[in-house]
């Protein structure tokens, strides 16, 4: 067995694990919101931090923040003209799905046990960017749609909320330790290791604890059209980043899993603060989750990443 398929299966079988757990009753869906508040401020900035903190940062790391707002800007804008005739409520949550990816709570784990601990930092900065996106343009333009173009963005309240996102903090501060060359103690990085480690498995048991196989049939058509956007887009720039790249650049392997992971989870909390239907954005997550899981053991496997 290939060391893709082993880290594809155990993944799957966690995520399986937390899906059996909800469906018999041991653990409810609801109950999954307070074990991503956990990991949003325990273990997840914990691997941020020391992801930063180790890694040789060079010149070329800091393209990939810029690489994901002009991939994940070009799947925006082809869904904003496409969705252009849809009532407000169903183009928002559409429009909204295009933009963003679930890069911290699905990418992390299978991009550590691919390609080791030491390739998260290009995961943690094709991250940066993705934040970027998710709230200084996917939630605006959001917000833009919900009030029918006529409320102003209010800019303040979005980079508050950007600048307070423990992960993002952690992402700086590490990144400040790093080019200050700021000595950490032993003890305390070892203690942040340890709670960095127990992030890959916490994570997959949530995401199946948030799996569901309930589709919303009506609106099938038009959950179609945004799959399509993301991994049309995807496979191009899958085509791009393989044959543009040095073959033995890990770089590489990483960003062409990056470009097909499943749609960003801001989508749900999103779409309830702006009254749009949460039914499509929970449909379209599990959707893509499903398709994306597929994709990504597949490309793995065929070109061979390491």
């Known amino acids: ?81 496409w969705f252009g005739n849809y009532s407000n409520e169903l183009r928002g949550v559409l429009t909204m799905g295009a933009g963003t990816a679930n890069v911290g709570l699905f990418g992390f ?39 029918s173009g006529a409320q102003a963005v209010d800019w303040r309240m979005i980079l508050k909320r950007v600048f307070s996102l423990p992960p993002f903090l952690a992402m700086f501060v590490g990144l400040t330790i790093n080019l200050l060359n700021i000595p950490v103690p032993k003890l305390m990085m070892d203690g942040l290791d340890v ?29 179609s059209k945004v799959l399509a956007i993301r991994y049309v887009v995807g496979f191009a720039a899958v085509a791009a980043l393989y044959f543009l790249l040095p073959a033995d650049s890990q770089m590489r392997s990483v960003l062409i899993v990056c470009v097909l992971l499943p749609i960003g989870l801001t989508i749900l909390p999103f779409s309830d603060e702006m009254n749009f239907d949460s039914r499509i954005a929970g449909t379209l997550l599990n959707i893509s989750l499903l398709i994306s899981f597929g994709l990504m053991w597949g490309v793995v496997v065929v070109l061979g990443l390491r």
């Open 195 to 223: 709670l960095a480690s127990a992030n890959k498995s916490l994570v997959l048991l949530l995401m199946g604890l948030y799996l569901s196989f309930a589709l919303d049939k009506n609106k099938l058509k038009a959950i």
């Open 109 to 147: 784990p299978i991009i550590e046990g691919l390609f080791g601990k030491e390739a998260l930092v290009y995961a943690v900065m094709y991250d940066i960017g993705n934040t970027i996106i998710a709230f200084g343009i996917v939630y605006p333009l959001g917000s833009y749609i919900a009030s």
């Open 1 to 81: 067995m290939t060391q893709a398929n082993h880290v594809f299966i155990i993944t799957l079988s966690i995520i399986a694990l937390g899906f059996l757990l909800k469906k018999y009753g041991f653990v409810k869906e609801e109950e999954g919101k307070i074990i991503s508040k956990f990991l949003m401020h325990t273990t997840f900035p914990a691997l941020m931090l020391v992801s930063m903190v180790r890694v040789e940062l060079t010149p070329s790391l800091f393209l990939l923040p810029l690489f994901c707002i002009g991939f994940c800007s070009l799947m925006l804008t082809i869904a904003w003209f």
